[in-house]
T-cell receptor, first 113, second 109 residues
């Protein structure tokens, strides 16, 4: 069965370190998204991609970057982790049809100490 | 003001009750998603709808495009329905989702 997986599920890192969160989908979807979920804010868009070599900034992109070298993967990199980036991160993917469903990974809980 | 508003924020019910969660949006959307998230868990898509009504088991979702309003109903609620329910609007010409802040539902036995 097709799926979308995130790794690691939990990560603790120190302030200033570079961290990369992995997202891998086997749906062959063109569209991939990274969101963060925080109490009081709900889910907010960090970065997104509509295909290989395409990346775009979302509403909370400062301090994050992504790259899309193939259809299956959209890794999210925190260049220099900050305590404000402690959050739960979700990756999602969808097909390019307007009515297509979105599929979410299980989430990565990141703690920056 | 968030472009997607949900109400109520918290909802407590007794097992067996009929539950309604509301979602209003102020932007044009091509589709509306209802999502479920159990405590500490991942996010699961329940419905994606652009008009009318959809039903899956005890769950029913409706949308009124003219009024920019959607509802999620749960019939004969059960403690396992306890979760956060999130509505999200999908942009007209893009595929990005704008999320409501969620409704925390607790169903007591």
């Amino acid at each position: 069965d097709a799926e979308i997986t995130q790794s690691p599920r939990h990560k603790i890192t120190e302030t200033g370190r570079q961290v990369t969160l992995a997202c891998h989908q086997t749906w062959n979807h063109n569209n991939m998204f990274w969101y963060r979920q925080d109490l009081g804010h709900g889910l907010r868009l960090i970065h997104y991609s509509y295909g290989v070599q395409d990346t775009n900034k979302g509403e909370v992109s400062d301090g994050y970057s992504v790259s899309r070298s193939n259809t299956e993967d959209l890794p999210l990199t925190l260049e220099s982790a900050a305590s404000s980036q402690t959050s739960v991160y979700f990756c999602a993917s969808s097909d390019s049809q307007v009515g297509a469903e979105a599929f979410f990974g299980q989430g990565t809980r990141l703690t920056v100490v | 003001k968030n472009e997607v508003e949900q109400s109520p924020q918290n909802l407590t019910a007794q097992e067996g009750e009929f539950i309604t969660i509301n979602c209003s949006y102020s932007v044009g959307i091509s589709a509306l998603h209802w999502l479920q998230q159990h405590p500490g868990g991942g996010i699961v898509s329940l419905f994606m709808l652009s008009s009318g009504k959809k039903k899956h088991g005890r769950l029913i979702a409706t949308i009124n495009i003219q009024e920019k309003h959607s509802s999620l109903h749960i019939t004969a609620s059960h403690p396992r329905d306890s979760a956060v329910y999130i509505c999200a609007g999908r942009g007209g010409s893009n595929y990005k989702l704008t999320f409501g802040k969620g409704t925390l539902l607790t169903v007591n036995p």
